[in-house]
């Protein structure tokens, strides 16, 4: 399973970092790919590492503030977002699928991944 954590208040322009522990998942074979959603929308894509390598991929709406990393020994992924946002208020969700399964072109959609953690809610507010 998947465990999120590090969610909570920050104020615009501020700093949150999220993270994402595998329980019994071996990260080093999967994509994991950070999701949000806003009530009464889908989820979308955010950030996604191959754990392996560690190769780092982003959406328009993440990239230049966010910052996804990987620990492999701790088999968790981390999120560090800054110059955060209200439009950033979301829940987070880490999602993890078997790297070999899923093309570069299917990261951020949400359909292909089998491992999901129960999200943790992210708002920013002053």
């Known amino acids: 399973e998947l465990v999120e954590s590090g969610g909570g208040l920050v104020q615009p322009g501020g700093s949150l970092k999220v993270s994402c522990v595998g329980h019994?998942?071996?990260?080093?074979?999967?994509?994991v790919t950070w999701f949000r959603q806003v009530p009464g929308k889908e989820l979308g894509g955010v950030s996604a590492?191959?754990?392996?390598?560690?190769?780092?991929y982003y959406t328009d709406s993440a990239k230049g503030r966010f910052t996804i990393s990987r620990d492999k020994f701790e088999s968790t992924v981390y999120l560090q977002m800054n110059s955060l946002k209200p439009e950033d208020t979301a829940v987070y969700y880490c999602?993890?699928?078997?790297?070999?399964?899923?093309?570069?072109?299917?990261?951020?959609?949400?359909?292909?991944?089998?491992?999901w953690g129960q999200g943790t809610q992210v708002t920013v507010s002053s």
């Open positions: 590492i191959t754990s392996f390598d560690g190769a780092a």
């Open positions: 019994g998942i071996i990260l080093d074979y999967f994509i």
């Open positions: 999602a993890a699928h078997p790297r070999l399964q899923i093309t570069e072109d299917q990261f951020f959609q949400s359909s292909h991944y089998s491992y």
